[in-house]
């Protein structure tokens, strides 16, 4: 209780604001329910999106009642520089896996472009997750440091159209901290179903 009333004379002769150690802990903890709650509603987006996938097959199936389809394409593409060497890949698409890869002796970084999914998909929201993996190399200051960049993108497909999205690993620029360079983007790009 002393301390806090010192601070408090110490800031007001100084004129300096007085931010009370509680208020950044509730900030960090805000921070971390946050998060929290953001990672639980893309799982239960994607939990429902797989279920209604499921019950439309059935529905196909058993039901004899065709269901307006739509389609996607997705890959990957790498334009890292030449510090960051992918070492491994994992994409999940509505909490599904469609690729996983550990790569050896710079495999990973030799291809030009992945294909990571290609056929039909459900109208309507889904959710693509991935995690990639870099190896510092050819600096002192990043030989043998590991690099993860995990990220998820939302997305809509509605019947009748197809989707085409890239995923492009790039450096976020040359003047950040070398521990936020490596980073991700989405590509959409959508069209009717033939």
Same mark, same amino acid.
């Given at each position: 209780?002393?301390?806090?009333?010192? &601070?408090?004379?110490?800031?007001?002769?100084?004129? !300096?604001?007085?931010?009370? $150690?509680? *208020? /950044?802990?509730?900030?960090?903890?805000?921070?971390?329910?946050?998060?929290?709650?953001?990672?639980?509603?893309?799982?239960?987006?994607?939990?429902?999106?797989?279920?209604?996938?499921?019950?439309?097959?059935?529905?196909?199936?058993?039901?004899?009642?065709?269901?307006?389809?739509?389609?996607?394409?997705?890959?990957?593409?790498?334009?890292?520089?030449?510090?960051?060497?992918?070492?491994?890949?994992?994409?999940? &698409?509505?909490?599904?896996?469609?690729?996983?890869? !550990?790569?050896?002796?710079? $495999?990973? *970084? /030799?291809?030009?472009?992945?294909?990571?999914?290609?056929?039909?998909?459900?109208?309507?929201?889904?959710?693509?997750?991935?995690?990639?993996?870099?190896?510092?190399?050819?600096?002192?200051?990043?030989?043998?440091?590991?690099?993860?960049?995990?990220?998820?993108?939302?997305?809509?497909?509605?019947?009748?159209?197809?989707?085409?999205?890239?995923?492009?690993?790039?450096?976020?620029?040359?003047?950040?901290?070398?521990?936020?360079?490596?980073?991700?983007?989405?590509?959409?790009?959508?069209?009717?179903?033939?």
């Amino acid at each position: 209780m002393g301390r806090t009333i010192l &601070l408090t004379i110490v800031a007001a002769l100084l004129a !300096v604001p007085v931010v009370a $150690e509680s *208020d /950044e802990t509730d900030r960090g903890a805000y921070s971390v329910r946050v998060r929290d709650l953001e990672q639980r509603v893309n799982r239960l987006k994607a939990d429902y999106n797989r279920a209604r996938y499921r019950l439309n097959l059935l529905a196909e199936k058993y039901l004899d009642r065709k269901i307006a389809g739509a389609g996607a394409e997705i890959g990957f593409r790498s334009e890292m520089g030449p510090v960051f060497e992918l070492v491994r890949a994992v994409f999940v &698409l509505d909490g599904e896996p469609i690729y996983m890869k !550990v790569g050896e002796d710079g $495999e990973l *970084d /030799e291809l030009e472009q992945i294909r990571l999914f290609d056929g039909p998909l459900a109208p309507g929201d889904h959710v693509l997750g991935l995690t990639l993996e870099y190896r510092g190399q050819g600096l002192p200051y990043v030989d043998g440091y590991f690099f993860k960049v995990r990220s998820s993108h939302t997305f809509t497909v509605d019947a009748g159209q197809a989707i085409e999205i890239d995923v492009v690993g790039y450096e976020h620029s040359k003047l950040a901290p070398i521990t936020e360079r490596p980073t991700v983007r989405y590509i959409e790009r959508v069209s009717d179903v033939d």
